[in-house]
Nanobody, 121 residues
Framework: QVQLVESGGGLAQPGGSLRLSCSRA??????????MGWYRQAPGRERELVAD???????TYVDSVKGRFTISTDNSKNTIYLQMNNLKPEDTAVYYC?????????????WGQGTQVTVSS
């Protein structure tokens, strides 16, 4: 019912930039979109929230990316972006797009397939 397709990952040098995109396709109306965001998971570590944006436009960032990453949305294209600047090796991870829907008063999570981001010289 909800498909999320990420793009834009790859290899960057420390200090470099990448921009991730996530396009959302909904086959039928299933509920209310609460928020969309980006999570990441590095090898041997738990998946963590990187940034999210609510349907009202409020944003949240994990402390480690504040001032370097920016999440934005293009509602006309059902797409969110993550602009990542001043990348560090510790940003290396698989990045997952997430959408949270409220369906019958319950929160449901949908995930993309993930895109690899590698920061290395």
């Amino acid at each position: 019912q909800v498909q999320l397709v990420e793009s834009g990952g790859g290899l960057a040098q420390p200090g470099g930039s990448l921009r991730l995109s996530c396009s959302r396709a909904v086959s039928i109306v299933i509920g209310r979109l609460e928020s969309m965001g980006w999570y990441r998971q590095a090898p041997g570590r738990e998946r963590e929230l990187v940034a999210d944006i609510t349907s009202g436009g409020s944003t949240t960032y994990v402390d480690s990316v504040k001032g370097r990453f920016t999440i934005s949305t293009d509602n006309s294209k059902n797409t969110i972006y993550l602009q990542m600047n001043n990348l560090k090796p510790e940003d290396t991870a698989v990045y997952y797009c997430n959408a949270k829907y409220i369906i019958s008063l319950r929160r449901n999570n949908y995930w993309g397939q993930g895109t690899q981001v590698t920061v290395s010289s």
